[in-house]
């Protein structure tokens, strides 16, 4: 399916009251703002600890009793899904199918523990994903007063009516907290029984996606940290020495080093009209929740009435919470307003991620790391 222009966007409605989403097309000319990193951050067992008895944290949701003490739900893909997250091979959405976005995250996940590369969820690969700790495929949480405050607005398809706005933040809560668990609405209601209230307070069953307390950065002057929280990424992530995005399987990978993949996440890349550009290229730098600058010359399909205009920060941005710069003028690596259409719709020749995927990944580069574009 070919992204609309930005004057032609689809939209679509949930069968609850709870959603309305617009798909949005993606540009790609943001300025690029770094933020300065120092301490230690804590280790993951601290972090959850922490953020699960921090009652002040917004973003750290108390886990809640099955009742009667019955044991989680069952759902090995979903549950695998959210084990290959957690060990940073994204299948994207977490939504419990099998797609190509969980086979290639399987393949990539094999490739790096040594696996036959076979992209199916067999006994050894479960053995190696899972360990002897499986992590639950879903929870029960307390949803924080603080994080279900909001505050939440209608997000207008025009980029000139989105450049009054003074943020293009969540449309819903319920928008928010898919997100906040690397899924989508329509899975919230799949897993929640009719009927299910959402607000400060209210359980809420959701994929098993921990906390991630607000990171302290040095001169955040964007609120980066209370991004990451949000989005349950941890700040600390292992380091890339170089990354590279393949247009034969969607996908981009890290590796270290030592050429070794610890990372990969699905992406969009590309059009007809806006070819991935294949090369070797470098990143030049970082910019967490960005400005976005839309300039209609960078845009075939713009309306020629469009004017050039700026847009403020947030998740529902163009280019979603964080701008990758490349050396290749005006394209990047970036985040979605739209996190269920990557992989199956096209761009405007940059690499979309998931919010939480672009989060996690602009805390494992850094300006030098080498790209490299291959089809």
Same mark, same amino acid.
């Given at each position: 399916m070919r992204v609309s222009s930005p004057n032609h966007r689809e939209s679509f409605a949930l069968k609850t009251h709870l959603l309305a989403l617009t798909l949005l097309c993606t540009a790609c000319n943001v300025s690029v703002t770094?933020?300065?990193?120092?301490?230690?951050?804590?280790?993951?067992?601290?972090?959850?600890?922490?953020?699960?008895?921090?009652?002040?944290?917004?973003?750290?949701?108390?886990?809640?009793?099955?009742?009667?003490?019955?044991?989680?739900?069952?759902?090995?893909?979903?549950?695998?899904?959210?084990?290959?997250?957690r060990a940073g091979f994204s299948p994207g959405v977490l939504d419990g199918k099998e797609g190509m976005s969980f086979t290639a995250a399987l393949k990539g996940f094999q490739e790096a523990r040594g696996l036959p590369e076979t992209g199916k969820y067999d006994e050894a690969t479960a053995?190696?994903?899972?360990?002897?700790?499986?992590?639950?495929?879903?929870?029960?949480?307390t949803i924080p007063e603080g994080f279900a405050r909001g505050?939440?607005?209608?997000?207008?398809?025009?980029?000139?009516?989105?450049?009054?706005?003074?943020?293009?933040?969540?449309?819903?809560?319920?928008?928010?907290?898919?997100?906040?668990?690397?899924?989508?609405?329509?899975?919230?209601?799949?897993?929640?029984?009719?009927?299910?209230?959402?607000?400060?307070g209210a359980t809420v069953r959701v994929p098993a996606i921990g906390n991630q307390p607000v990171a302290r950065i040095e001169g955040d002057e964007r609120g980066w940290g209370s991004t990451l929280a949000s989005l349950a990424v941890a700040k600390d992530q292992p380091q890339a020495d170089h990354i590279v995005v393949d247009k034969s399987d969607g996908v981009l990978r890290v590796? +270290? *080093?030592? /050429?070794?993949?610890?990372?990969?996440? =699905?992406?969009?890349? #590309?059009?007809?009209?806006?070819?991935?550009?294949?090369?070797?290229?470098?990143?030049?730098?970082?910019?967490?929740?960005?400005?976005?600058?839309?300039?209609?010359?960078?845009?075939?399909?713009? +309306? *020629?009435? /469009?004017?050039?205009?700026?847009?403020? =920060?947030?998740?529902? #941005?163009?280019?979603?919470?964080?701008?990758?710069?490349?050396?290749?003028?005006?394209?990047?690596?970036?985040?979605?307003?739209?996190?269920?259409?990557?992989?199956?719709?096209e761009s405007h020749g940059c690499i979309r991620l998931t919010n939480w995927d672009a989060a996690r990944l602009a805390q494992m580069v850094k300006s030098g790391v080498k790209a490299v574009f291959q089809a």
């Open positions: 770094d933020a300065n990193e120092s301490g230690r951050a804590p280790s993951d067992s601290e972090q959850q600890s922490a953020a699960a008895n921090q009652g002040g944290d917004p973003y750290a949701f108390t886990i809640v009793p099955e009742p009667g003490g019955a044991p989680a739900r069952a759902d090995s893909i979903l549950q695998a899904q959210v084990a290959l997250d053995r190696a994903l899972l360990g002897d700790s499986p992590p639950p495929a879903t929870w029960l949480v505050p939440y607005s209608n997000i207008p398809t025009e980029y000139a009516d989105q450049a009054k706005l003074p943020a293009l933040g969540y449309r819903n809560l319920i928008e928010k907290l898919a997100e906040r668990f690397h899924t989508k609405p329509e899975v919230l209601v799949a897993l929640n029984a009719p009927g299910t209230k959402l607000g400060p590796f +270290d *080093a030592q /050429d070794k993949l610890i990372a990969q996440f =699905p992406a969009t890349m #590309g059009s007809q009209h806006d070819p991935l550009p294949l090369g070797t290229w470098e990143i030049k730098g970082i910019s967490r929740n960005p400005d976005f600058h839309y300039n209609p010359d960078l845009f075939w399909d713009a +309306d *020629a009435k /469009d004017e050039k205009a700026v847009l403020k =920060p947030g998740p529902n #941005g163009p280019v979603g919470v964080v701008w990758i710069d490349l050396s290749k003028p005006h394209y990047g690596i970036h985040g979605t307003p739209e996190p269920q259409t990557i992989g199956r719709t």
